[in-house]
Structures are given as C-alpha cells and as structure tokens.
C-alpha cells in the first residue's frame, strides 16, 4: 500500500536561512508527488508536482524540490525563507488508479526572527 | 471562478444530531473529495466521487454519507454526530487527469460536544 512519510513534525528556521522538509514515500510504480502549503485556518494550496522527467521541479513562492528514486524521497527546499513562509507543509502521492491523494502528516514550519 | 466552496465554515453539533455539508465547484471538474484532517493525522480520505451520481468509500467512511446528485455538488452528511467526528472536514475537486492538481476549500471546522 501506498503510503508517505514526513519525519520531521515541526522545524524552526530562521529568516533568510534556508529550508529542506523531508519526505519519504512508499510506492511500487512511477509515483505522482505533490507538495501542498496550509496556513493557519486556511484550506490547501499546491507548491509543485512531479510527474516524470526532470527530477528536479520548480513550484510557486521559490519553492522546489528533488525526486530521487534510489531514496524513495521528494524533498521540498528553499533557499532563503520569509516570514510569511510559516505553515504547515503536506506531502502527498496520488493513489494506484489515480482517485485520491495519500498525504503525510505534515510538518509544521516556524520562522524565527 | 470562485473554486472550491463549503458551506457552513463553522458549526457547533451536539451528540446525536445530524448535519449535511455541502461542497460546491465551478471548474466542472469529475472528481470531488470529502477529507477530514486531525491534529498529528494530516489529511485522510472519507468519501469520494468520480463523477456525478457515484460515490465510494475512502479511508475513514463509518459514520458519513455522501451525495452526488448534481456534478457541481458533492454533499457529506452526519447522521447522529459523535464528538469522535470533531474535525475540519475538506472538500477537494480534481479534472479527470489522474495527474492533475486537486483544489482544496476553505475548510468547515466542526464540533461536537
């Protein structure tokens, strides 16, 4: 079964240092990842996707992050955060067939001044 | 374009009541999602439709039903509410690319005491 694994609940980061969330998943195919962004009492916003192809994709807000089969991982980075970057940050894989999203736990950001 | 709505975005339910949330999309999308996130759970599957007039179970079913009546609408329901159902509950939509980007509401927190 397909599942996804974020290991680190919550990280401080300060501003202007850069950012790397884990994410690990479990899948038996070429999988389709997501990254998705919640702020405090808001509903779900895509960072980026990775189908297939270049390995390393580029979101929204100076978002990235590098698939790397061998690993097992889609980790999302950043070089330098702001202050508005604090949220909590979801990964996510399609499900075999394609009908839902299975999502880690989150990892909660705070940025620290 | 307004996206992805719910409606109530609060409520307050005691032991035994029921309630219907309702989902509703403008991007004619085919798949639509019902979700409830929990603090430390992330976000796990309740019900979800892949077009009008199905419905399937996800992840967390017991305790909810849903409708599909209309493709711009996709409807959960509460029949007797138990405070285990304390949640926010999601409503996600998606076009039939099993790559594509699913679209997330606001989010309905709901209660029950």
């Known amino acids: 079964a397909q599942s996804v694994t974020q290991p680190d609940i919550h990280i401080t980061v300060s501003e202007g240092a850069s950012l790397e969330l884990r994410c690990n998943y479990s899948?038996?195919?070429?999988?389709?990842l997501f990254w998705y962004v919640q702020s405090p009492g808001q509903g779900l916003q895509l960072l980026l996707k990775?189908?297939?192809?270049?390995?390393l994709v580029q979101g929204i807000k100076g978002f990235e992050a590098e698939f790397k089969r061998s690993q097992s991982s889609f980790n999302l980075r950043k070089p330098s955060v702001h202050w508005s970057d604090a949220a909590e940050y979801f990964c996510?894989?399609?499900?075999?067939?394609?009908?839902?999203?299975?999502f880690g736990k989150g990892t909660t950001l705070s940025v620290s001044s | 374009n307004a996206g992805v709505t719910q409606t109530p975005k609060f409520r307050v339910l005691k032991t035994g009541q029921s309630m219907t949330l309702l989902c509703a999309q403008d991007?004619?999308?085919?798949?639509m999602y019902w979700y409830r996130q929990d603090p430390g759970m992330g976000l796990r599957l309740i019900h979800y439709?892949?077009?009008?007039?199905?419905?399937a179970k996800g992840e967390v079913p017991d305790g909810y039903n849903v409708s599909r009546l209309k493709k711009q609408n996709f409807l959960l329901g509460l029949e007797s509410a138990a405070p285990s159902q304390t949640s926010v509950y999601f409503c996600?939509?998606?076009?039939?690319?099993?790559?594509?980007?699913?679209?997330f509401g606001p989010g309905t927190r709901l209660l029950v005491l």
């Open positions: 996600a939509s998606r076009n039939d690319d099993s790559r594509g980007t699913q679209y």
């Open positions: 899948y038996g195919a070429t999988p389709y």
């Open positions: 990775y189908f297939s192809g270049d390995t």
């Open positions: 996510a894989v399609v499900k075999q067939a394609g009908t839902a999203l299975i």
């Open positions: 991007m004619n999308h085919e798949y």
């Open positions: 439709s892949v077009g009008e007039g199905t419905t």
